[in-house]
């Protein structure tokens, strides 16, 4: 499995976002943050900063739609740019069928869960998405501290992707730090969202290398 690092740009300085992409260049995935103020207490950013990222990001956008009503936005962020959109089981009516939709529009399709949501309505359909986002912090605020129980979930997605033989990623999103990377790699993940730790670092480039040097001996083990 290879380690994937996607920084959050949740803890950018959104006065400058620009700079902060270049900042993170090598990384391998923008991690972008959108909250309605609905399904989660916070409110950050649409369509129109979606695209403009886009045309001026070094590294491909990896969205998070923390929204109501994904079957008809999720889409949307496809055709604005995206490189992969994951949209949350609880806030969409059919989680397949907007799968093969983001599929059709040439991006990657992710479905994530809650710390409280069960994984086992998804695994018997793996196949369908290219990633599994496990939150391992209650979705809308970047600096959370890892909830230590949802590593369970990871396990047993990555049992099920072990199982089943597909290609599906597995992603955590909340907490991760130099201090529980390795434990969240154990679990089985392999994309790692890291937002305060990157941003909230002296110099990001080091602070991505220093996070995938962690991860990367776990995983290959």
Not at 39 to 51: A, C, I, K
Not at 87 to 104: C, D, I, K, S, Y
Request: net charge negative; hydrophobic share 50%.
């Amino acid at each position: 499995m290879a380690v994937r690092i996607n920084p959050s740009i949740l803890s950018a300085d959104f006065a400058n976002l620009e700079r902060d992409l270049r900042a993170v260049a090598s990384a391998d995935f923008v991690h972008v943050d959108v909250m309605d103020q609905h399904f989660v207490p916070n409110l950050t950013l649409g369509l129109p900063v979606v695209r403009r990222l886009a045309e001026v990001s070094p590294l491909p956008l990896d969205v998070h739609l923390m929204i109501d009503d994904a079957d008809d936005w999720a889409p949307r962020y496809a055709q604005a740019g995206a490189a992969g959109v994951t949209f949350h089981a609880e806030g969409t009516r059919a989680p397949v069928l907007l799968a093969r939709r983001l599929r059709e529009l040439g991006v990657r399709a992710g479905v994530a869960v809650r710390p409280a949501t069960p994984v086992e309505p998804l695994l018997d359909l793996l196949d369908e998405f290219d990633m599994v986002l496990v939150m391992t912090v209650e979705p809308g605020f970047g600096g959370q501290g890892l909830i230590d129980g949802t590593l369970t979930k990871v396990r047993r997605v990555r049992e099920a992707v072990t199982r089943a033989g597909t290609d599906t990623w597995i992603q955590v999103d909340g907490g991760v730090s130099r201090e529980t990377i390795g434990r969240i790699a154990r679990a089985g993940a392999d994309v790692f969202v890291a937002g305060s730790a990157v941003y909230g670092a002296a110099d990001p480039a080091a602070e991505i290398a220093a996070l995938r040097a962690l991860a990367t001996p776990t995983i290959d083990a």
